[in-house]
Each structure stands twice: as C-alpha cells, then as structure tokens.
C-alpha cells in the first residue's frame, strides 16, 4: 500500500516539476497577482485590465530601450493561500523579475514573506498602510494609505466645525484598516467619536445602526466600505430621515456608487483619487494628464469608465517601467530605480519614493468630491 | 516545490473529512473551522505568547479534539441533510469569530508575525524545508489512517456507513465511534491549520471560510469517498489545476461546479475508482457495470 | 429620540427583513418535504430573481409588470431543469450526494450568472417610489409593503394549493410516504419536479421583491439562502405559517441585534439559533416530537 502511494507521490512530483518554463529572449516577464474573482474582483478586474493595457500600449510604441514586456497574470480569488502558491510560481517557473499586485491587503501581507526572501520587487495596489510601514526592502505599493483618506476628511470637519461624528465601518480588511486609522487620527484633529459600529460586507439592512446612530449626538456620519454596502447605508440613511452629512471613503469613488444609491447619493461627500475629476481638475494639475490619458484608453478599450482600483496597476506598470528605463531590467535595479523615483505624476498622486517611505503619495493625492445631480464635483 | 507544500497541507485536511465523509459516512460543510482554529490558535499562541511553536501545535490538537468531541455527541445525532446544515452553520460562526474579535485575532486585517517551525538549529522557512516537514506529516497521517481503516474499528466504521442499524444490532457502539472519529478528524485538520500557520507566517480570515469548507469536500468527492489515496488525487488535482487553468480566466468557477455534479452523477466512486473503470470499460472487458465501486 | 421608537424601528426592518427569509424558508421546506432533499441551491433562484428581472428591464428595456413573471418563469425553467439534469440523473441518491450536487448546482449557476451577466452590483428600481412612510416614529419604504402583501399573498396561495389541489395533496401524500403515494398512483417523480418549479418560482420571486432594497449581484444567494434555511428550520420544516414565523423571529432577532448588541455578531445570531434548535428542538420550534429526524 505505502509503495503505491510512494510511486503515485513521485510521478506526480515529476510531473509537476517539468510544469512549463519557457524562456522568450528579448522579453521583459513582469508578474502579476489579482483577484479577479472572488469577493474582491471588483478591484482586480479592472486592476487585470488596466495592466494588460498600459502593457500592450508600451509593446506598440516600441517597449522599453527595444525591449517588449511580457506580462504574466495570474487570478488570486481574493485568497492568501492562492496568492503565496502564485506568487511562488511567478518567480520560481516564470522567472518575472518584478510583481504588480496583489489587488487585497490580506493577500499582500502573506506575499511579502516570500518576495522579501527571493529579492523580487513587489509593487502591491492595496490600501492598507502596513504594507509598506515598517518598510520592507523589496515592497511598495500604489494605493493611497487610508490615513491619507481619514486625514483629508478630518481636516474637511474641521474646517466645518463639525467635531463629533459617528463610524460606520464594514467588517472587511479594508473596513478595519479604516476604522483603525479613523480611530488613530481622531484625538490629532480633536475628534470625538461618538459611536463606533459596523456592518457586514454582505449586509442587506442597516437600518438598525442607523436609528442607533440617529439618536447619538454625532454630527456627521463617516462610512467606510465599498460597494454595495455604502449605497445600501445610504438609502436606509434616506428612509430615515437621517439629517447629519454623510461622509464616505474612496472605497466607492466610482460612478457605480451614483448608479448604485441613486437619489440617495445627493450630497454624499468623499476622499477621492483625482480619476473621477479629471476633467474639472484645474489645469495646472500635473496629474492632468496622465490622468485624461487614462480615462480616454480605458473607456476605448473596454466601454467602461475607468476607475481608481484600475489606476494603482496603471501606476504599478508606469513605475516599473520608469525604474526599468534607469536601473536596467534586474529585479536588484529595478528596486533600487523604484526607491530613487521622484515626482512621478501617475493616477493615484505624485509618487516620490525614499528609503523611508515605499508608498511614496502624501495627502495630496487625494481631492474632496460631493456628488451633485448624480455627478463628481469638487466640495467646497 | 510550494505548490507541493499546500498539495500537503490539503491532502492532510482531504484525509481528514475523508475519514469522516468517506469511513464514517458523516458529512460536514464546516472543517474550515477546525483548520482555522489550528491555524489561530498556534498563530496567537507563538506570536502574542512566544509560546514553543511544537508545544503550541500539540496543546492546540488536544484542545481542538477535545471541543470536536464534546460537540459531537450533539451535532453527530444529526443525519444527512441536517447534519451537513449544523456543520456549516458552525464553521460560519468560528469564522464571524475569527473576522469580530479583533483583539484577539487581528480581525480581517489579517494575523501577522508568526514564526517558522525549528528543531534545534533547523529552521523550516524555505519551501524545500517546509516540503519534507509537510510530507513527514502527511505520510504519518496516511499510515495512522490507513491502519485505522484496516483495524476493528476501521471495520466498524464502514459498517455503520452501510447499515446503521445493523451495525449498532451487532455491538457496535456507532454513536461513540462516529464522535472518536469526528474528533480524530478535527484533530488533523488542527494540525494541517498549525502547519500552515508556520509556513504562511500569516493568516486571515478568508483561508478559513465556507469556500474553503467547500473545496475540501470536493477534493474528497473528486478522488473518491473512503479512499486515502482519492484524497491525496483530489488534494493534487484541485491544489495544481488554478495553475493549468489560466487559459479559462475566470471560467474556472463553472469549472469547478459543473466536475462536482459530473463526478457525483457518473463517477460516484471518484477518480480513484472511475478511473480504472473507465479503462475496463474502454478495454471491452467492462462487464462489472459499475458494481465495482461497491 | 425615544428608544420606544428606536425599538419600533427595529422592529419593522426585522419584519421586512424576516418576511423575505421566511419566502425562502418555504422553498426549502417545500422540497424537503416531496422529496427529502435540502436544495443548497436554494438561494442561486433568489439571486436569478433579481438579476434576470435587471437583465430583463435594462438590456430588454421591458417594463416593470412585463419583467416580473418573465423573469420568475425563467428562473422556473432553470428549476426544471436542475431537476432533470442534476437531480433525476443521480442512480443511487445517497443524502450526501444529494447535498454535493446540489452544492455543485449552486456553484454552477452563480459561476454561469458571473459570465452572462457580471461581477458588478447592480440597483433595480423600487416598483413604487422611495418616498418614506411614517408610521409612529419609524418609518418604512413603499417597497417594505410590497414585501409585506406579496408575502402573505404567496403564503395563502401555498396553503390553498397544498389543502385544496390534487396535485398540492399528491404532494403532501408524496412527503409523507413517496412509496405508498407511488402505489396509489401519484406519480412520484413528477411531483418532485413540481416541487422543484415550485421553490424556484417563489424563490425568485423573493429576490425580485428584495432586489429593490438590497440590489443585487451574482453572489447574494449564498448568504440569503442559508438564512432562509435557518427561517426553515426554526419552523421545522413546514411549508406553512410556522416557517414564517421563524422567517420573522429570525428577521426581528438579528435586527434587535445589531441595534442593542453589536452589528459584528449579527450573523453569528442566525447560525446559533439554527444550532441550537437543531441540538434541542430538532423539530421545530413549533413541532411535535418526530422520530424520522434523528
């Protein structure tokens, strides 16, 4: 019996080991970790596409100094595990020299052991301040930190003489990692908060937390999520009669939120990536135009409207390619490029990378929006 | 070399639910539970109280088994249908607990900070290393089950698959066995979710959730109920295939649902079983039909 | 505010919210009850309520009163033929098959709703406004009514086919014993086929009436279904008024819940009632005693 087991083990041992590694000279390979199913695909499908994109783009005028890029995408299912085996296959079999992704802070913080160990510059598109703090050598990433987001909203209440406010935060990665933030930031701009609840990512009805939050002294309501939960908060808000501004994170800075909440959205104030402004930016933004580029390429290719997820592997692809162009296409000189990189006017800000600071963005990045008649408008 | 080590850890959890599903006949849609309490336990255990990570392991086991068997003389009362609905309602609240008590657990940001497993001056935390500890752990587990399956109680168990009443006529005391086995089962799964714990030196919640529950009965199903080897097939198969399926984006989910039916409708002996009987079948020598996978 | 008025909240968003989980509820007790089989697919109709009644009223630009019943006879179809190709085909229906094919179904039809429609959430348009009603000091959308009437008009409509129909008694005769109703000349088979249109037209039409409140995706099935399972369950299995009063406590339960206790556990409430009930109460909380469940 054990015998039979032996031989099955071993033929599949070898079989696995002669698993396809091709080598194309000339290439580029860049590794690439999203979720493109599972709960989170609504960030790694654009995120998917957008490199795809920017790659075939660079391809057609020419490559980098002759060379084409080859990108090879891999579907983590929103899964920690998938992402480690992925991650593990980008290296080992394809031989990529930097990885974009992975699209979760979950996802990216299981990847981190294994890049750090084979020296393969990371470049993760999740939010999650951790990542990068404290600073591993080989990891960076493009997604604003939630600090930045909490920040910019603070100091939008403050100037509003609002100082009491009530959270509303979904009970996700990217939820908790706001919440924490919104709780870390509070005493700096002299907030009180006056109650602290959450909500289910798969949650239906949040009425409940909204009568709770209805009769607390809170004076504006900051909700943290994405889609659909925010639009769903948003209509019970509504039902309500809940009479305090609500405020939200750029978890939902795309128009699907509009789509998705409707009427109820009128009003709704948020930290957004400049991508759903571009075109009322002032014209002396020096994201302008990298950020109508975008915009134009992505709705022609895939009759959406792009949004911020898709930016951070826009910026993920733009940036390796800056630090191939100056350090030469080794996964050592690509992050020592990608450490150097100063005033990178990309999608998600203007990255300036340091040896003290791999997420590179401060919270300019960031524009307060209002939605007004079901469109963005820059809040005053 | 990576992909084998989690093809082990899920040929641990595989034989697992297999000795549960397959030997004992009882289904459970929660043994993401057990893996996750493994994996949490030993993970807090050596990260936030710099526990010894093999006493940690071993501690974690016996608690695990323990739980399994308390809660088993209830939830094992349960048959078919509803007992596949208790299983399942109970690895969705060791999940919520997982995800809400973030104190403790870290929450949905994830566990972070978990060291590698050592003996002496050896420290597990290459995948080469990590390859053997695994398998060490999985040729013990195969031995352990194969004996099991093969002694008194082995005999026990496949006769209670069969015919309940009739087992319990001659003897055999089905309901205390279903529980030892049920805890035995858990314990595994605790151990495979330590493993991991150590060779990941992260975890969140979502390598814990019903998904995962779900992947390993398919495992299970896909090599073949009751079979040892159909475990380490499925966990093979099912661990390597994201890798070969990259030309079906993101078709692989109807992949998956639609080999489950199809394998539960026309190889309901697994691969391990179906295989060969299609080879007969197509050799013309196939007169059996279908009674083989009795 | 006064917290009676908080508390009359709450009380009404568990009503609408208990409301839909008893509709569901019901499916699963109607086929449970003509064949034995808990349909873990349950909840998939719920979710092709919503999402073919979007497909129909965007991509079709079909009216409202149109979209409905085309949509509810689409996912009625579907029912038919999940029987006939899932279902009937199985040669030796063992529950544990029976529960790994209709998981595989379940798995199929939401990975097949990803590719033709998306993985996007989508909103779907009250049927009669949003403008909120106030009722003492809470208040309810026009859309809570509607889920209110067409609840307890499918409700009635489901007792008197089940109490006044041929086909509603062969059914109820096939539950109680399919062998003697066989021999008496129900045709059996039929009658699960009935079954199985049956729940999916109702299933889908409790997506629909919720599709309004709650949007909908390819994925919110999962959820909706176990909880409509749980509904079952505290009602013991019934296809009548004790089901929705489990859909009810269970709506009521959760939102008193996250309102006085804390919204993280809210789920966690559901799973342990059905526990509980299960270990204590197998029966229902309503029921007499029965031996064929344990």
């Not at chain 1, 590694?21 to 596409?49: D, H, Q, W, Y």
Request: proline letters at 4%; glycine letters at 10%.
């Amino acid at each position: 019996m054990i015998s039979r087991f032996a031989r099955i083990t071993i033929t599949s041992i070898l079989l696995l080991m002669i698993t396809s590694v091709s080598f194309a000279a000339g290439t580029i390979k860049i590794g690439a970790l999203f979720s493109v199913t599972g709960p989170p695909a609504f960030l790694g499908e654009p995120e998917r596409n957008t490199a795809k994109m920017v790659v075939d783009n660079i391809n057609k005028t020419g490559g980098i100094k002759g060379q084409k890029l080859e990108l090879v995408v891999y579907d983590t299912a929103g899964d920690a595990t998938k992402a480690v085996q992925m991650a593990t296959k980008l290296i080992k079999d394809d031989k990529v020299v930097a990885i974009i992704g992975p699209s979760t802070t979950g996802e990216s913080m299981a990847v981190i052991p294994v890049v750090e160990k084979s020296k393969i510059p990371m470049i993760s598109c999740a939010a999650g301040s951790k990542i990068t703090e404290p600073v591993k050598r080989y990891v960076f990433k493009t997604a604003q930190n939630d600090g930045l987001a909490v920040s910019k909203i603070y100091e939008y209440l403050q100037k509003h003489k609002h100082n009491k406010v009530a959270l509303l935060t979904v009970s996700d990665g990217f939820g908790a990692s706001g919440r924490e933030q919104l709780k870390a930031l509070a005493a700096k701009y002299r907030m009180q908060i006056v109650l602290d609840d959450t909500y289910g990512p798969k949650d239906t009805d949040m009425t409940s937390q909204l009568t709770k939050i209805r009769a607390s002294q809170a004076q504006a309501l900051i909700i943290w999520g994405t889609n659909p939960g925010p639009a769903v908060i948003a209509k019970n808000a509504k039902q309500l009669g809940l009479k305090i501004p609500l405020y939200m994170s750029h978890g939902v800075s795309s128009k699907k939120f509009i789509a998705l909440a409707s009427d109820a959205a009128e009003g709704v104030k948020l930290p957004s990536g400049k991508v759903i402004v571009s075109d009322v930016l002032p014209k002396n933004d020096p994201q302008k135009a990298a950020l109508i580029g975008y915009v134009k390429d992505y709705q022609k290719h895939y009759k959406v409207e792009g949004d911020h997820f898709g930016g951070h592997a826009w910026d993920a692809v733009m940036l390796v390619k800056a630090a191939i162009e100056k350090g030469g296409a080794s996964s050592e000189g690509i992050r020592n490029a990608l450490e150097g990189i100063k005033d990178f006017h990309g999608i998600g800000g203007t990255f300036s990378f340091s040896a003290a600071d791999h997420a590179g963005l401060n919270k300019d990045a960031f524009v307060m929006v209002e939605i007004k008649n079901k469109d963005w408008a820059l809040a005053k | 070399m990576n992909v084998l080590v989690f093809v082990g850890i899920h040929t641990l959890l595989a034989i697992a639910l297999n000795l549960l599903l397959g030997y004992a006949g009882q289904i459970s849609l929660g043994h993401a539970a057990f893996f996750g309490l493994g994996a949490y336990s030993s993970g807090i255990l050596t990260a936030t109280y710099s526990w010894n990570p093999w006493l940690a392991m071993l501690v974690t086991a016996s608690v695990v088994a323990s739980v399994a068997f308390v809660i088993g003389f209830p939830i094992l009362k349960l048959k078919g249908h509803y007992l596949a609905m208790a299983t399942l309602g109970l690895g969705i609240i060791v999940y919520i607990l997982f995800n809400e008590w973030v104190d403790v657990t870290g929450g949905p940001s994830g566990f972070s900070g978990i060291p590698n497993l050592q003996i002496g001056s050896l420290i597990f935390d290459t995948d080469f290393k990590n390859y053997y500890l695994i398998w060490i752990f999985v040729l013990g587990c195969v031995l352990l089950s194969v004996n099991l399956a093969n002694s008194r109680i082995g005999r026990a168990f496949r006769a209670i698959h069969d015919a309940e009443t009739a087992a319990r006529v001659m003897g055999v005391n089905a309901r205390l066995l279903k529980v030892q086995v049920f805890a035995l089962s858990a314990m595994i799964c605790s151990i495979a979710g330590s493993l991991y714990a150590h060779v990941m030196t992260f975890i969140a919640p979502p390598s814990f959730g019903f998904n995962i529950s779900i992947e390993l009965l398919t495992m299970v199903v896909i090599g073949g109920l009751g079979s040892i080897y159909g475990s380490f097939l499925g966990a093979l198969l099912l661990t390597t295939l994201p890798e070969f399926l990259r030309f079906m984006n993101d078709y692989d989910i109807v992949f998956y649902g639609g080999l489950l039916m199809v394998m539960t409708i026309f190889m309901p002996g697994g691969l391990v079983r179906g295989i060969p009987q299609l080879f007969r079948k197509i050799r013309g020598s196939g007169k059996d039909k279908g009674n083989a996978n009795a | 505010m006064e917290l009676s008025e908080q508390l009359l909240q709450y009380l009404l968003s568990g009503l609408s919210t208990g409301a839909i989980y008893a509709l569901i509820g019901i499916g699963f007790s109607i086929i449970y009850n003509s064949t034995g089989i808990i349909n873990f697919a349950q909840g998939e109709f719920v979710m092709l309520g919503g999402m073919l009644t979007l497909f129909l009223l965007e991509t079709l630009e079909l009216p409202l009163w149109a979209a409905i019943p085309l949509a509810v006879l689409l996912a009625t179809i579907t029912g038919l033929l999940f029987e006939r190709l899932a279902i009937r085909p199985l040669r030796k229906a063992t529950p544990i098959s029976l529960v790994i094919i209709t998981i595989g179904g379940s798995i199929l039809i939401r990975g097949l709703a990803m590719l033709i429609w998306d993985k996007d959430t989508h909103a779907i348009p009250s049927f009669s406004g949003d403008e909120p009603i106030m009722l003492g000091g809470a208040t309810v959308l026009p859309q809570h009514i509607w889920i209110i009437v067409i609840t307890i008009i499918l409700i009635s409509l489901n007792k008197w086919f089940f109490n006044h129909t041929i086909s509603g008694k062969a059914m109820r005769a096939c539950s109680y014993n399919p062998r003697a109703a066989g021999l008496v000349g129900v045709d059996v088979r039929k009658m699960v086929l009935l079954s199985f249109m049956i729940s999916s037209a109702m299933g889908s039409l409790a997506g629909i009436i919720v599709a309004p409140l709650t949007m909908t995706s390819y994925d919110v099935g999962i959820m909706l279904g176990l909880k409509g399972f749980c509904a079952a369950i505290i009602g013991g299995m019934s296809s009548g008024i004790p089901t929705v009063i489990g859909g009810l406590i269970l709506g009521i339960l959760e939102s008193l819940g996250a309102g006085l206790i804390s919204s993280g556990y809210k789920d966690a409430i559901a799973f342990i009632i059905l526990l509980l009930i299960l270990f204590i109460r197998p029966q229902g909380l309503f029921g007499k005693p029965e031996s064929e469940r344990v």
